[in-house]
C-alpha cells in the first residue's frame, strides 16, 4: 500500500515538472513567488529521493548478485546431484554432485537427454513419473536405475520438482538424484537373509516363534514345526496369542513366569512340559532372545523349542539304572557284611556249644553234676541265641521278598506289654523297667507274636545302649484312629547324622556305645517291617546324651487292605 502512494506521488511530480518544463516562460511568470519556491523545493526532494532509491537499487542488486552466487554455490556445491531439465528434457545445467553420479564432465552432460542415463528397464517408470509431474507440478518421487556415463548401472532415487518462470508457466523441472545403491545392496542381503532364515525355520524340526508385546499381544512368526511338535498349526497360534502359555502344563507354569520376568535369564534355556492338541504330555527345552525397540525398550521375543521327551525319558532310565545299581552295590556290600556278621555271630554261639559239649563228653565221670547242669544251662543259652539269629534272618528275608503273612486277632495291647516288659527285667535286673499305660486301650487286631518281637527288640536295644541303673519307660495310649506305644530309655542317645540309618539293614551305632556289641544290626529294621505290615508307623526321636524314644503305630480296626492281604494270602 506504502508503495502505491509513493509512485502516484513521484507520476504526479513527474506530470508537474514536464509541464513545468513545457511551458511557456510567461506561464512560470504567473506562478506566485511562493508557488514556484514551493515546486522548486519539491523538486529537489523528488531529486534527493531518485537518488536514495538509486542507491537501494544498486544495494538490491548487490544483495540479489550474492543471493544468486550463493545459490549457484549451494546448487553447483550440494552433496546431492541437481539436474536442470528443459520442457524437452534437455539437461540445461547440472551440479558437481550430479556429474560425479553420472560420471561426466559438466559441459559434456548439459545438452544431453537426461533419458540418454536412463536405464532400458526404468525407461516406463521415467516416462510416467514425468509425465505426472508435468500434470499436476508438484514434488514426486521414484526409484530406478539409472546408468553412467560409461554404462555403469546404479540404483538412484529420483526427487522432482517443476521450476515456475517469469510467465507463471511450467516448462522447466528440477530433478535430485541420490545414489541408493548402497541401502539397495542392503536390502538385498536383508532379503536374502530373510529368505534364508525362512527357509531354515520352514523346515527345521524344532518350533520357531516371534511373538509380540506390546500395543497387541501376537504371535508374528510361527514355524511350520510347531503342528509337528504341539499338534497346533501355525494359524491357531496366530488366532490365540494365550495358546503358548495354555498348553504350559499348570505345575510349570509359575516357573515360566518368573523365567519370563526376567530377562537376565533368557540367557540360559528353560525345560517345561507342554500338553499337545491329543492331550499327550511333552517335555520342552526353550530358548527365549528379547527383541528391543530403538529406544530399547522391550517389545517382542523371538525363540526356539524343542520337544525333549525322548531325552528325559533316556535320562530317568540312565538313573534309574543308576539307582538300581547303586542299590546292587550296596545289596552285594550288604550281603558281604551280612556273611561276615553272621560268620562271626553263628560262631561264637556254635563256640560255646561245641566248648560244652565237648567238655561233657571228655570229663563226663570228673565233673559234678552241679558243673555238668551248668554245661547245659550255657548250651541252652547259646542254642537259644542262635536260634533268634537264625529267627531274625529268616524275618528279614520274607520281609523284602514281598507281602508278609501276617496271623492277626483280636489282642490286648496292655498285656502284650506288660509280659515282654516283665521279661526284659529278668533278663536285666540291672536296669529299671516302668510301663504307663493309659487305661481303656482297646483290643486291637494285630499278629500278637509279631507284635511282641517288636516290643523284644526294642527293649533290647534298651538294654544295649543305656547304663546300668538307668530308667526304660514303656507308654501307650489311644489316639485318632491309632494306639501309639513308645519305649523311651535314658541312654547316650543317637548323634543326628545317624537317625536316618537306623532302620537300615545291617545298621549298628558304633560298638563302643553298646553295652552288648553282639548282634546282626536286624532289629530295628525288622520292627519297621513288621510295624509297616500291619499298617502302622515308626520313628525315632533321640538327642545325644539325653536317651532315645521310639514311636510306633498300630491302627485301631483292621483296614480293608490289610483284610484283602489277608485273604489272598
Known amino acids: 500500500m506504502e508503495n502505491n502512494k509513493d509512485k502516484a506521488r513521484i507520476d504526479e511530480l513527474r506530470k508537474r515538472a514536464e509541464k513545468i518544463l513545457t511551458g511557456k516562460p510567461e506561464d ?118 539409472m546408468l553412467k556415463v560409461d554404462g555403469t548401472p546404479f540404483h538412484a532415487q529420483l526427487i522432482s520438482s517443476a521450476i515456475s518462470q ?211 544251662e550255657l548250651i541252652d543259652q547259646a542254642t537259644d541265641r542262635l536260634t533268634e539269629l537264625i529267627d531274625h534272618l529268616i524275618d528279614m528275608s520274607r520281609l523284602d521278598a514281598g507281602p508278609f503273612r501276617l496271623s492277626k486277632a483280636p489282642n490286648k495291647i496292655d498285656k502284650l506289654i506288660d509280659e515282654a516288659v516283665v521279661e526284659a527285667q529278668l533278663r536285666s535286673p540291672e536296669h529299671r523297667f516302668r510301663t504307663e499305660l493309659k487305661e481303656g486301650l482297646p483290643k486291637l487286631s494285630l499278629d500278637g507274636r509279631r507284635i511282641r518281637q517288636v516290643l523284644d527288640n526294642l527293649l533290647e536295644n534298651t538294654i544295649r545302649y543305656s547304663e546300668k541303673g538307668t530308667e526304660v519307660v514303656v507308654r501307650a495310649e489311644t489316639k485318632p484312629d491309632v494306639v501309639e506305644i513308645t519305649v523311651a530309655d535314658q541312654g547316650r542317645g543317637i548323634p543326628a547324622s545317624e537317625i536316618d540309618k537306623v532302620f537300615d539293614h545291617m545298621y549298628r551305632l558304633e560298638h563302643r556305645l553298646a553295652q552288648d556289641p553282639s548282634g546282626l544290626g536286624l532289629g530295628l529294621s525288622l520292627c519297621k517291617g513288621l510295624v509297616e505290615a500291619h499298617s502302622g508307623r515308626i520313628w525315632i526321636e533321640s538327642m545325644e546324651g539325653k536317651g532315645t524314644t521310639v514311636h510306633f503305630t498300630l491302627p485301631l480296626e483292621t483296614r480293608k487292605g490289610d483284610a484283602n492281604a489277608e485273604k489272598a494270602q
Open 166 to 376: 517469469d510467465d507463471r508457466k511450467t516448462n522447466h523441472h528440477l530433478i535430485a538424484v541420490i545414489d541408493i545403491s548402497e541401502r539397495k545392496r542392503a536390502e538385498e542381503a536383508l532379503r536374502e537373509s530373510e529368505q534364508r532364515f525362512f527357509r531354515l525355520a520352514n523346515n527345521a524340526q524344532d518350533m520357531i516363534y516371534r511373538f509380540l508385546t506390546v500395543s497387541k499381544r501376537e504371535f508374528e512368526y510361527v514355524s511350520p514345526a510347531a503342528t509337528i511338535v504341539t499338534g497346533y498349526t501355525p494359524e491357531e497360534y496366530y488366532a490365540d496369542p494365550d495358546l503358548g502359555f495354555k498348553m504350559v502344563y499348570p505345575d510349570d507354569r509359575p516357573l515360566l513366569n518368573a523365567y519370563l520376568r526376567d530377562t537376565g535369564s533368557w540367557k540360559e534355556s528353560i525345560i517345561v512340559r507342554w500338553i499337545r492338541k491329543d492331550g499327550t504330555l511333552i517335555w520342552t527345552e526353550q530358548r527365549n532372545v528379547p527383541i528391543y525397540d530403538h529406544k530399547g525398550e522391550l517389545f517382542g521375543l523371538e525363540g526356539i523349542a524343542r520337544d525333549i521327551t525322548q531325552r528325559k525319558l533316556m535320562e530317568e532310565e540312565i538313573h534309574r539304572k543308576e539307582v538300581e545299581i547303586a542299590a546292587s552295590i550296596e545289596t552285594d556290600r550288604l550281603k558281604t557284611q551280612l556273611l561276615a556278621t553272621v560268620s562271626h555271630e553263628l560262631r561264637t554261639p556254635l563256640a560255646s556249644i561245641k566248648g560244652y559239649a565237648t567238655t561233657l563228653m571228655d570229663y563226663d565221670k570228673r565233673l559234678k553234676l552241679a558243673e555238668k547242669r551248668q554245661c547245659l
Open 28 to 145: 512560470i511568470g504567473d506562478l506566485a513567488p511562493a508557488d514556484v519556491q514551493r515546486l522548486i523545493q519539491e523538486l529537489n526532494v523528488h531529486q534527493i529521493e531518485l537518488e536514495l532509491q538509486n542507491e537501494d537499487l544498486r544495494r538490491t542488486q548487490l544483495e540479489l548478485q550474492e543471493a544468486g552466487d550463493k545459490y549457484l554455490n549451494l546448487y553447483d556445491y550440494a552433496p546431492t546431484g541437481y539436474h536442470t531439465l528443459d520442457s524437452n528434457g534437455i539437461i540445461l545445467d547440472v551440479n558437481l554432485a550430479g556429474c560425479e553420479l553420472l560420471g561426466g564432465e559438466k559441459h559434456r552432460l548439459t545438452g544431453t537427454q537426461f533419458t540418454r542415463y536412463i536405464s532400458p528397464e526404468s525407461q516406463d517408470a521415467f516416462y510416467f513419473h514425468r509425465r505426472e509431474l508435468i500434470k499436476t507440478g508438484t514434488k514426486s518421487s521414484c526409484e530406478l536405475k
